[in-house]
Nanobody, 129 residues
Framework: QLQLVESGGGLVQPGGSLRLSCTAS????????IGWFRQAPGKEREGVSCFNSRTGNTYYTGPVKGRFTTSRDNAKNTVYLQMNSLRPEDTAVYYC??????????????????????WGQGTQVTVSS
């Protein structure tokens, strides 16, 4: 059974950093793209980044470009989201999700919720002084 577990959230001051982890079980990352999404209170869930394990390509949405980076640890079947220069507007519950399709790089570039069928439970990130 495919399962995703996020960890690493917490409280951080503006300008600080956090690293989120998304550990997969029941499947290997090579067959899927892993997306990171977030949902702030009262707002819709939005895409943050997407990592195509097969090609190594990573995509980011505008608000996080240059501040967030994604990496992978094959041995741990885990994808990481390194978040630097955090801002109060980054406060949200962060989710990772797995998706697959015929053109995974193209799918990954759009980071649409509808393309991702398996989700983790989320981890809270709060940026506040």
């Amino acid at each position: 059974q495919l399962q995703l577990v996020e960890s690493g959230g917490g409280l951080v001051q503006p300008g600080g950093s956090l690293r989120l982890s998304c550990t997969a079980s029941g499947f290997t990352l090579d067959s899927y793209v892993i997306g990171w999404f977030r949902q702030a209170p009262g707002k819709e869930r939005e895409g943050v980044s997407c990592f195509n394990s097969r090609t190594g390509n990573t995509y980011y949405t505008g608000p996080v470009k240059g501040r967030f980076t994604t990496s992978r640890d094959n041995a741990k079947n885990t994808v990481y989201l390194q978040m630097n220069s955090l801002r109060p507007e980054d406060t949200a519950v962060y989710y990772c999700a797995a998706g697959r399709g015929s053109n995974m790089d193209r799918m990954c570039s759009y980071i649409l919720l509808s393309d991702f069928g398996d989700w983790g439970q989320g981890t809270q990130v709060t940026v506040s002084s």
